[in-house]
Nanobody
């Protein structure tokens, strides 16, 4: 099982980015897939998760639903669309899943497979 997170980059405040989590060796639609982020000096924090039934959950760090999680079952990806990015949003963003996980959790210890992370920078 391998996950790859991509789509990060430099964006101005108020801008948008769409992150994708691509997988090999696993069909993501069968499992919960979560996005986390880790800012400098902080621990890894849950942003959002989508369960095996396609139901999304958003955690407090998703900043009042400026973020939207979705699946593309054809591409075998889970995307995180981020709008109105703020100076508090820069971090390395990770996707994660686990072969035991059909339901979502924002506890990172329960996910056994992680993408390598993609850097999001917000700066004018």
């Amino acid at each position: 099982v391998q996950l790859q997170a991509f789509g990060g980059g430099l964006v101005q405040p108020g801008g948008s980015l769409r992150l994708s989590c691509a997988a090999s060796g696993v069909t993501l639609s069968n499992y919960a897939v979560a996005w986390f982020r880790q800012a400098p000096g902080r621990g890894r924090v849950g942003i959002s998760c989508i369960n095996s039934s396609g139901r999304p959950q958003y955690y407090p760090d998703s900043r009042m639903l400026r973020f939207t999680i979705s699946r593309d079952n054809v591409k075998n990806t889970v995307d995180l669309e981020m709008k109105s990015l703020e100076t508090e949003d820069p971090a390395v963003y990770y996707c994660a899943t686990d072969l035991r996980a059909e339901t979502c959790t924002d506890y990172d210890g329960l996910y056994g497979y992680w993408g390598q992370g993609t850097q999001v920078t917000v700066s004018s």
